[in-house]
């Protein structure tokens, strides 16, 4: 990118972001949960036109905006931001707490929502500035299977006209406020939804000779699961299989009839994330018979992992650096947490960034999906600026 033009989209950031952190206000005051994003949606809607972006409305509630530059038909780069919340009830005290009893923003969504309104401000701003076409995608459903992204896809979002690459950025509490991070290759995984009934003869606790004690069943199942990895997955390769709930009986002297079982499992392999399918099912099918119960299981096939085009974003990288300092971009560690952004990367080149909200010195730094996540909205400048960086310059 010229150096002017960057300065431009530097300076209009800087500008503009009093008014966004009000737009995130706005948003965190009003978090709506994953494909009820209707009121989320309608504002998304009100800003564009606003802004005179033309959009069209896919998946019920996601909102897909154009804003074309010079030579329209040159190159498309698509940016991204969810905009659902969390079943979580707020505990910070701030004048713009959740106003919604057990919804939150504690995933930072409304920061995404906001730096990409942001930076659809600055490029319709600069559209005599730049070549090509900007597709706005305002996601729902990041938090809930199958993912906003799936929806989107198969409603033709990576067409009329198709991305030649995608970018998303994502909050970050545990990087400082002025900081970006990229990562290439694999950055998060798979994560798919394991559930699991256990049917079995019950009785009374004090004749367990009667029963077959589904309790007793489930807690074998559950240790004998964690052979699957640890005895049939390469240990370089990431995974990881936890229970996560477990429910059965409601008093003392009674030996339940039912027990029901969740958990996840996680993955960084498509070939191993499938044979593993095979091994839970196979495992605990014949464990649960051999004991004397019957068992129905369901996984829940869900997202893919995260891939990141490493040309893409080794580019996107030095554009950051360029923009921030070589010192404010790090690499992205890698982790076990998972993104419906996936399914866009396994589609077109795609780049999912870490933006530094944490400030250790202002006691921000409590991770997401806790009620206490929040950020230095100094970020919302930096985010905003930089998704508009990746809008106008076409990267490879």
Known sequence: MSEPLQKQIKNLAKQYAPEFIEVRHYLHAHPELSYKEFETSAYIQQQLTALNIPFEVKATTGVIGLIKGKNPDKRTVALRGDMDALPITEQND??????????????????????LLGAAKILNILKDEWEGTVKLIFQPGEEKNPG???????????????????????????????KLSFRGGMVMASADEIYITIRAKGGHAAAPQNTADAILIASHLIISLQQIISRNNDPFNPSVLSITSF??????????????LMGTFRAMNETWRFKAHELITKMATELVHSMGAEI?????????????????????????????????????????????????????????????VGNKTKGISIGVHTPTFNIDEGAIEIGMGMMAVFGAEPLP
């Open 94 to 115: 701030v004048p713009y707490k959740s106003t919604r009893p057990g919804i939150m923003h504690a995933c930072g969504h409304d920061v995404h929502t906001t730096c």
């Open 148 to 178: 906003g992204a799936s929806l989107l896809i198969k409603e033709g979002v990576l067409e009329n006209p198709a991305p030649q690459n995608i970018f998303a950025l994502h909050v970050h509490p545990g990087l400082e406020v002025g």
């Open 247 to 260: 429910q059965g009986g409601h008093t003392t002297n009674v030996i339940p009839s039912e027990v029901k």
């Open 296 to 356: 129905e299981l369901k996984i829940d096939v869900g997202y893919p992992f995260v891939l990141n085009n490493e040309v893409l974003n080794a580019a996107a990288r030095k554009k950051g650096q360029a923009y921030l300092g070589a010192d404010n971009v790090e690499e992205t560690e890698l982790r076990m947490g998972a993104e419906d952004f996936a399914y866009y990367s396994h589609q077109v080149p795609g780049c999912f960034f870490r933006l530094g």
